[in-house]
């Protein structure tokens, strides 16, 4: 007796009431998202549904028959569709199932003027997209709940929407509002005392996104795939000094408004379907070789470790480092520089991205006993590469970082040097995030310090962690890593001069990724400014490019300039 009274009164009030009343839920808005400006990026709007009333359909075959036949002709849809959508909705004997999701609101106006039993267009809530595919691989996009929905989320039914993405995936929970409970009579007449659990809204969220920069920043990565005909991108920008994302952008990329209205089902379709995968968010989920944007974390291994110090040289050797073979001597190894240069010390070959140098401080080489394997993967887990950022977003990846124990356990064979070199030049099997990459270049502008990425202006959580280095001690390694990508940047052969007449100082890294058994390139962009007191680290990522020069570069020097014109150095709108 106290089980039924107690535990379980609530349930059976409810369906007692359901026996003499109907109990109608009412849509919650869920909660508006803004950026950091308090520009509205998400809001709401009205929409309608069409909604079948099991318990109201009419029991006479004739009668259930018209009711069908008219609901297709007002709709659409088939006859048959309409009448198998009402039969199944009165033999399960569901209290509502809906027929149409958000229909257009001209049709819905009709048949709210006419009267079909158990046939009605009813409003509810519908999140509008004001920036749709601008912002979508931030705020994701929002679906109608299953059954696993149902199970995991309280105080959400069969016809409610959940967030399938994105802020509305990862802050569901503050998003989504509580829905309101209301007892109709039968007659649909509304009961004295209406509503005894109003509806309430969910709560606003402030994205640390500047919106105008978001836009900039998707609009110009759409050129660059439109004039390149490349694959996919991404361009995030982020505040080195608190980890706030100021920008993200992953193309290709969708409409969310696409997901509320079922006249996009083709859309829909083409979006699952679609080989380059645009819901598949490349900024935090995708792995990329790092190429020779590892570089500078590779010199400053060298650095801390002695292997070289700031004046070794070494030379160029025609563009080809050349590995003798014990067993064939008539056919040697040969690992190549993109091109020949001269005598190189680190700051030089940071920012002329020489690969005989990095060859030799990674592998040894010329004199150089270099880092080997397993002290370059002890300096990757150090800045934590290889690990998630623990980004605000959903389905974020690790990446891989190899090792000659992973080769040998995974039977691909024995690590030779060969696998060495290639993991110094940021080649091999070597995988990192693009927000991994931003992150370990913002330990590198923070000498030391990296900052933790977050999305929501909100979030609780630890905005610069320290790593484990000896900070007095190291800040001469990190400043000599920091003048080579700041003459990356001001030297006429650095591999990014083309950003040298922007009024502020760059340190900036390229790298141009082999893929494909080297049949396509992956060109990248990575820096900070002002190179004195960071403020602002970015990242420019081109997939099947040709070199970060002609392609990575441009889209680079471009957001760059922008947010210097129109934020400058204090993040601010001017």
């Known amino acids: 007796t106290t089980y039924l009274n107690v535990v379980r009164g609530g349930a059976f009030e409810e369906i007692s009431l359901g026996n003499s009343e109907n109990i109608e839920y009412i849509d919650a808005p869920r909660g508006i998202i803004k950026d950091r400006f308090g520009e509205e990026v998400v809001g709401n709007t009205t929409g309608f549904d069409l909604v079948i009333y099991g318990n109201k359909l009419p029991t006479a075959n004739k009668e259930f028959e018209d009711v069908a036949k008219k609901t297709s002709e007002l709709t659409g849809l088939t006859k048959d569709r309409v009448y198998v959508f009402m039969k199944d909705t009165q033999t399960k004997r569901l209290r509502e199932a809906v027929l149409i999701h958000n229909m257009d609101a001209q049709k819905a106006l009709v ?49 409610g929407y959940v967030g399938r993405a994105g ?27 209406v509503v005894f659990l109003e509806p309430k809204q969910g709560s606003d969220i402030t994205l640390t996104i500047d919106g105008e920069l978001q836009k900039y920043m998707y609009e110009r990565l759409v050129e660059a795939r439109h004039t390149l005909r490349t694959d996919g991108a991404v361009g995030m920008v982020m505040d080195v000094r608190n980890g706030e994302m100021l920008s993200l952008v992953s193309l290709p990329g969708y409409n969310p408004s696409w997901f509320l209205d079922s006249a996009y089902k083709d859309k829909i379709k083409e979006v699952f379907n679609d080989k380059l995968h645009p819901l598949f968010n490349r900024a935090i989920s995708g792995t990329y070789s790092p190429a020779s944007t590892i570089k500078p974390l590779v010199g400053f291994a060298a650095l801390r470790e002695g292997v070289i110090t700031p004046t070794t040289i070494v030379a160029g050797h025609e563009g080809v480092l050349v ?30 991205s020489g690969n005989i140098f990095f060859y030799a401080v990674g592998g040894g080489a010329y004199g150089i006993k270099g880092l080997g394997a397993t002290k370059m993967k002890q300096y990757w887990e150090l800045f934590h590469l290889g690990e998630k950022t623990g980004i605000d977003l959903p389905e974020e990846t690790r990446g891989f970082l ?20 290639n993991i110094s030049i940021g080649q091999g099997d070597l995988l990192l995030t693009p927000i991994q990459i931003m992150r370990y270049i913002s330990a590198i502008a923070n000498k030391g310090l990296m900052a933790q990425p977050h999305i929501v202006k909100n979030s609780i959580r630890e905005m610069l962690v320290p790593l484990e280095t000896k900070q007095n001690e190291d800040e001469r390694w990190f400043n000599i890593i920091q003048s080579g990508m700041k003459a990356t940047v ?85």
Do not use: C
């Not at 990862?170 to 005392?193: A, C, F, H, T």
């Not at 008539?330 to 920012?351: C, E, M, T, Y």
């Open 111 to 159: 048949f709210q003027s006419i009267t079909l039993p158990g046939i009605r267009a009813r409003e509810r809530y519908v999140r509008d997209y004001l920036y749709p595919e601008a912002f979508a691989s931030i705020t994701g996009y929002v679906g109608l709940a299953n059954e696993d929905d149902i199970k995991k989320w309280k105080n959400i039914q069969n016809n």
């Open 167 to 193: 802020v509305e995936q990862y802050y569901e929970m503050m998003l989504r509002g509580e829905r309101g409970k209301r007892i109709m009579k039968r007659d649909g007449r509304v009961s004295e005392g």
């Open 323 to 352: 590995v003798p073979n014990l067993y064939h001597p008539d056919q040697p190894s040969l690992f190549r520089d993109w091109k020949i240069h001269g005598d190189l010390d680190v700051r030089n070959a940071i920012a002329e």
């Open 402 to 421: 190899p090792s000659p124990e992973w080769k040998e356990e995974s039977k691909k064979g024995v690590w030779r040097v060969g696998d060495t070199y």
């Open 490 to 574: 001001e030297s006429p052969r650095g591999t990014a001069h083309l950003l040298s007449d922007i009024p502020i100082s760059i340190a900036a890294k390229t790298g141009s990724s082999q893929i494909n058994w080297n049949t396509k390139t992956n060109a990248l962009f990575v820096g900070f400014t002002p190179v004195e007191k960071p403020e602002i680290a970015i990242i420019i990522l081109i997939e099947n490019a040709q070199s970060s020069l002609l392609n990575a570069v441009p889209v680079a020097k471009d957001v760059l300039s922008w947010y210097n014109s129109n934020r400058g150095l204090a993040g601010q709108k001017k």
